[in-house]
């Protein structure tokens, strides 16, 4: 990797009891100097949590990043509102373009399925908590929700087709976006859409930007 290259992730949700720390600190160590990092949205799971200790070190460890390298923090639903007292060298943005030839948004926009709908994801989350405290496997709730497959397609397709209608009103050849917790990959008419997924569950993904290469990668420590 050479200096100029980025590297996009999403969905850290620092704070949540499902956030692999311990993996995305492994994943900072072992970045190519000199790359950007992105962190393509709600990188914070609620900013009116504490963090614990652990999930502090994260965040500690981003702004130390910053004075080493570029660091991009995108806002996601997850975010807004969050800020740093000291926050070093990240820069806050609501989207970013990335050579001329990658738009990089969180995806929340794009999506018109959940805000539609409050009332049926509100009793979808109680159900979910109900189903953990009887015993069943505690999983991120975004993770549980992917059994329900024909549900989940049919976010995953929505927000797909309105983030390459995005990128091509905006004359761009691909997009990355996070928001769903769904890594996948396509290309229609010539665009790209990549997902990122979530670093709340196994594997983890990131987007490539490198020697004029746009590639979705699985991080082999979360695998």
Known sequence: MAAGDTY?????????????????????????EGVRLVLNGDTIDDPADPLPPEHEQVLHRLVEESSRRPVVFIYGNHDEGFGLDEPGGIEFVHRLTVDGRLLVVHGDKLDGVMPRHPWFIAAFRRFHRLRVRLGLEDVHVAHYAKSWRFLYRVLNEHVAHHALDTARAQ?????????????????????????????????????????????????????
Request: a negative charge.
């Open 8 to 32: 996009i992730v999403s969905d850290l949700h620092l704070g949540s009891a499902y956030f692999r720390h311990e993996s995305f600190l492994r994943f900072l160590r072992e970045l190519p």
């Open 171 to 223: 004359g761009l050849p691909a997009i990355t976006c996070g928001h769903t917790h769904a890594p996948m990959e396509l290309e229609h008419d010539g665009r790209r859409y990549l997902n990122t997924g979530a670093w709340t569950e196994e594997p983890h993904h990131y987007v490539a930007v490198s020697g004029g290469r746009i590639e979705l990668r699985v991080y082999p420590n979360g695998a």
